[in-house]
């Protein structure tokens, strides 16, 4: 079991995904990117870091893109190599190739999944990533 970490402002989008993560791992909720940023430097700090991330693009205050861009930031100031980066999922309602480039090319991200998210979209995105629900 590992430890997910979701930043999704829509409440019936964060309640769904933390359902359907449920069965893979610890899950913890967020609503911005910068929670997501301070949640996630916080658990590796204690020494728990999150095993995955799930960033949606558009959120207040600060959204997925920069969210990502810090999280990567935090990562390689603790000395993390990009072979050993947390997998970061970024999810939107846009299906816009600015976008995924963004999100793959300049940001990191490990995976796109473009929402509504369903059951089937999620496992194939996690098991290529090799994640398996318990």
């Given amino acids: 079991m590992g430890r997910i970490l979701i930043a999704?402002?829509?409440?019936?989008?964060?309640?769904?995904?933390?359902?359907?993560?449920?069965?893979y791992g610890e899950v913890d909720v967020v609503v911005d990117g910068q929670e997501a940023v301070n949640a996630f430097s916080l658990a590796s700090d204690e020494s728990k870091p999150y095993d995955l991330v799930i960033l949606d693009i558009m959120m207040p205050r600060m959204d997925?893109?920069?969210?990502?861009?810090m999280i990567r930031q935090n990562e390689k100031g603790r000395g993390v190599g990009p072979a050993v980066e947390v997998p970061i999922v970024m999810t939107t309602v846009l299906e816009d190739p600015k976008n995924v480039v963004e999100a793959y090319f300049?940001?990191?991200?490990?995976?796109?999944?473009?929402?509504p998210v369903d059951r089937l979209k999620l496992r194939s995105a996690l098991g290529k990533l090799g994640f398996r629900a318990t």
């Fill in 8 to 23: 999704e402002d829509d409440f019936g989008s964060r309640k769904m995904m933390q359902k359907l993560l449920a069965e």
């Fill in 106 to 115: 300049r940001g990191g991200a490990t995976a796109y999944i473009v929402k």
């Fill in 64 to 69: 997925g893109h920069e969210a990502l861009k």
